[in-house]
Protein backbone atom coordinates (compact mmCIF):
# COMPACT_ATOMS: atom_id res chain seq x y z
CA UNK A 1 0.00 0.00 0.00
CA UNK A 2 1.12 3.40 -0.68
CA UNK A 3 -0.64 6.37 0.88
CA UNK A 4 0.31 9.92 -0.81
CA UNK A 5 0.05 13.28 1.58
CA UNK A 6 1.53 16.66 0.95
CA UNK A 7 -0.80 18.50 -1.49
CA UNK A 8 -2.61 21.35 -0.89
CA UNK A 9 -3.11 25.11 -2.18
CA UNK A 10 -0.50 27.15 -3.19
CA UNK A 11 0.28 30.22 -4.85
CA UNK A 12 2.34 30.45 -8.39
CA UNK A 13 5.78 30.87 -7.38
CA UNK A 14 5.42 28.77 -4.15
CA UNK A 15 6.45 25.33 -2.99
CA UNK A 16 5.17 22.30 -1.35
CA UNK A 17 6.34 18.84 -0.53
CA UNK A 18 5.05 15.63 -1.19
CA UNK A 19 5.32 12.52 0.91
CA UNK A 20 4.31 8.99 0.06
CA UNK A 21 4.74 6.11 2.61
CA UNK A 22 4.49 2.51 1.80
CA UNK A 23 3.45 -0.52 3.91
CA UNK A 24 3.20 -4.60 3.23
CA UNK A 25 6.56 -4.42 0.60
CA UNK A 26 9.96 -4.25 0.19
CA UNK A 27 10.08 -0.40 -0.21
CA UNK A 28 13.81 -0.40 -1.16
CA UNK A 29 13.69 -3.35 -3.85
CA UNK A 30 11.51 -0.74 -5.74
CA UNK A 31 11.71 1.75 -8.36
CA UNK A 32 9.85 4.32 -7.00
CA UNK A 33 7.96 7.54 -9.24
CA UNK A 34 5.46 10.47 -9.18
CA UNK A 35 3.09 10.82 -11.38
CA UNK A 36 0.44 13.46 -12.27
CA UNK A 37 -2.49 13.80 -14.15
CA UNK A 38 -4.23 16.78 -14.92
CA UNK A 39 -7.96 17.13 -15.66
CA UNK A 40 -8.23 16.33 -19.14
CA UNK A 41 -5.27 15.04 -19.90
CA UNK A 42 -3.25 12.02 -19.56
CA UNK A 43 -1.22 11.05 -16.94
CA UNK A 44 2.47 11.85 -16.96
CA UNK A 45 5.94 11.36 -15.48
CA UNK A 46 6.91 13.27 -13.43
CA UNK A 47 9.91 12.16 -11.52
CA UNK A 48 11.79 8.96 -10.76
CA UNK A 49 14.55 7.38 -8.38
CA UNK A 50 16.35 4.12 -8.02
CA UNK A 51 16.77 2.49 -5.16
CA UNK A 52 18.96 3.66 -2.75
CA UNK A 53 18.72 7.49 -4.47
CA UNK A 54 20.28 6.55 -7.27
CA UNK A 55 19.47 8.00 -10.97
CA UNK A 56 17.10 10.51 -10.25
CA UNK A 57 14.84 11.67 -13.30
CA UNK A 58 13.03 14.38 -14.17
CA UNK A 59 10.68 15.33 -16.86
CA UNK A 60 11.15 18.52 -18.51
CA UNK A 61 8.48 20.40 -17.37
CA UNK A 62 9.52 20.24 -14.07
CA UNK A 63 13.18 20.08 -14.20
CA UNK A 64 15.30 21.98 -12.45
CA UNK A 65 12.17 23.22 -10.11
CA UNK A 66 10.99 19.82 -8.68
CA UNK A 67 13.47 17.12 -6.56
CA UNK A 68 12.55 13.70 -6.12
CA UNK A 69 14.06 11.80 -2.86
CA UNK A 70 13.05 8.79 -1.29
CA UNK A 71 14.60 7.52 2.79
CA UNK A 72 14.23 3.64 2.54
CA UNK A 73 14.99 3.15 5.91
CA UNK A 74 11.59 4.99 6.40
CA UNK A 75 9.73 3.61 3.50
CA UNK A 76 9.34 7.12 2.41
CA UNK A 77 10.00 9.07 -0.88
CA UNK A 78 9.61 12.72 -1.18
CA UNK A 79 8.80 15.50 -3.83
CA UNK A 80 9.87 18.66 -3.17
CA UNK A 81 8.14 21.23 -5.54
CA UNK A 82 9.93 24.71 -5.76
CA UNK A 83 8.22 27.01 -7.88
CA UNK A 84 5.21 26.52 -8.70
CA UNK A 85 3.56 27.07 -11.95
CA UNK A 86 -0.66 26.77 -12.55
CA UNK A 87 0.08 24.26 -15.00
CA UNK A 88 1.45 21.98 -12.34
CA UNK A 89 -2.20 21.71 -11.22
CA UNK A 90 -2.99 18.02 -11.39
CA UNK A 91 -3.60 14.71 -8.64
CA UNK A 92 0.19 14.09 -8.17
CA UNK A 93 0.65 9.91 -7.66
CA UNK A 94 3.36 7.57 -6.38
CA UNK A 95 4.30 3.98 -7.74
CA UNK A 96 6.16 1.72 -7.50
CA UNK A 97 7.68 -1.10 -10.00
CA UNK A 98 9.64 -4.14 -9.18
CA UNK A 99 12.02 -5.87 -11.73
CA UNK A 100 9.08 -7.88 -12.77
CA UNK A 101 7.28 -4.67 -14.05
CA UNK A 102 4.13 -5.31 -11.31
CA UNK A 103 3.13 -1.46 -10.36
CA UNK A 104 1.35 -0.38 -7.27
CA UNK A 105 0.11 2.97 -6.99
CA UNK A 106 -1.04 5.48 -4.54
CA UNK A 107 -4.91 7.01 -4.00
CA UNK A 108 -3.26 10.31 -5.31
CA UNK A 109 -2.95 14.09 -3.73
CA UNK A 110 -4.29 16.88 -5.10
CA UNK A 111 -2.14 19.91 -5.94
CA UNK A 112 -3.77 22.91 -7.03
CA UNK A 113 -1.58 26.41 -7.86
CA UNK A 114 -3.75 29.50 -8.07
CA UNK A 115 -3.49 33.06 -6.62
Known amino acids: QLVESGGGLVEPGGSLRLSCVGS????????MSWYRQAPGKERELVAS????????RYGDSVQGRFTISRVDSKNALYLQMNGLKREDTAMYYC??????????WGQGTEVTVSS
Open 49 to 56: IGSGGNSP
Open 24 to 31: GLAFGRYL
Open 95 to 104: KAEDWLKNEY
